[in-house]
């Protein structure tokens, strides 16, 4: 009967230290858990941010696109204004140097 006791508190010891080691792997599961839910969040903030960024860039890309569409356009005008200004400040230099020589 002792002996059967004996064997009987040995097995309670064991359960005992298995239970303390439960405890304590249970305490670094929570841990763990928490520091899995601050990792989960800002990875879903970097997940919003980089769709934000991609949605900024098809913008830029599109803006980028009717201007160079309108590239060609724009050289074109500008062209024909500096032609137009060049061809003005002639016809003013002549009437100038007409306006000269008429007076002397």
Do not use: C, Y
Not at 35 to 47: G, P, R, Y
């Amino acid at each position: 009967m002792e002996e059967r006791l004996i064997r009987v508190e040995e097995g309670l010891r064991t359960v005992g230290e298995d239970l303390g080691e439960i405890k304590t792997a249970l305490k670094d599961i929570a841990s763990s858990m928490k520091t899995l839910a601050v990792l989960e969040e800002k990875h879903n903030s970097v997940t919003e941010a980089l769709k934000r960024s991609f949605k900024a860039i098809d913008g830029i890309n599109e803006r980028v696109g009717r201007i160079e569409q309108a590239l060609p356009n724009l050289v074109l005008a500008s062209s024909w204004v500096f032609k137009a200004a060049i061809a003005i400040m002639g016809v003013l230099g002549l009437a100038a140097v007409g306006t000269v020589i008429r007076g002397l």
